[in-house]
């Protein structure tokens, strides 16, 4: 499904997977969870979710169908929606990296021998965005053993109404741009990624990881016919026969169409001389951790 343009632009906008009632309805169910937090940054994870009886509500069939879609073999990284605070001036994430919050993902441990799409994330807004509401940013700065420059690559800002639906690959670089606005900015987000790609280790003592626990949580809490949410909350015991059987069932003849507007999104961002040094550096620090990884990894297998 459009993997080639999720490779070279990193992002598909696609139409809206939800309804503005719909949408309504979720921000009125998380209102109560991120009225009871004061942090800059609020979050309602999966457990969350499941206890207000909103999972069929989220994983509807279309929005499953686009996930199988995209990645055949899918389990899910992030399934939580976060609201960030108005009146900044800066990015409410990686403001002091000296590349004015630009970057990628390094928790996502990549295969760089493949070009094919390893790791998703869909974003639905859940409140307007526009250029000044906190828009989320994205670059096409090439990635791999032998990275791209800034200044040989596009960047865009994707804005929208509530619901606004698109993908971005997570290999890529990017940013959530300042909220000047007053009004908090507030998204559904569900990462996921293909089985076979290695998954960073849950560790409870960090608290960011406190998201992936509590969607461990819910794989135990959902019922057996739930066969695809089960599957992409991490059940093992599901086999590939299971899962086809399922995908006939609940989600044939739902697609998902793909919006060709994304030449509209696209901004202009220059970089100076050092910020593109960095960038490099930042990417080349990146590949060898992964080198390194994919080796430590290997014979950490070939040990057990
Ligand atoms: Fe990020």
Redesign the pocket.
Known sequence: MHSKRLVDESFLVLEPLYSEEKVAYLNNKFDNIFSKQDSARRYVDALDMYELGLMDDIFTPKLMSLIYNVIPNPVLYHCHSYEIDGLNSSPH??KDNFLNGW???IDCLHNLNDNAIQHVSLFIYLTDVGNEDGAFEVCNKKFGYFPGLFQSSNFYRITGKKGHSFLFN?TAV???SPNRNEIQRRVLKISFQSKDTIMPACDPSIKSHEKRINMLKVQQLVPKKSVLLRSLLGDKNIGDAEIKQALEEKINGESIQVLNTNAKYKIECKMNVLQEFRGYAKDLVFIKNLIIYKIFSRKTRRSL
């Open positions: 994430i990686a970057h990628r993902d997570r990017h940013r959530a």
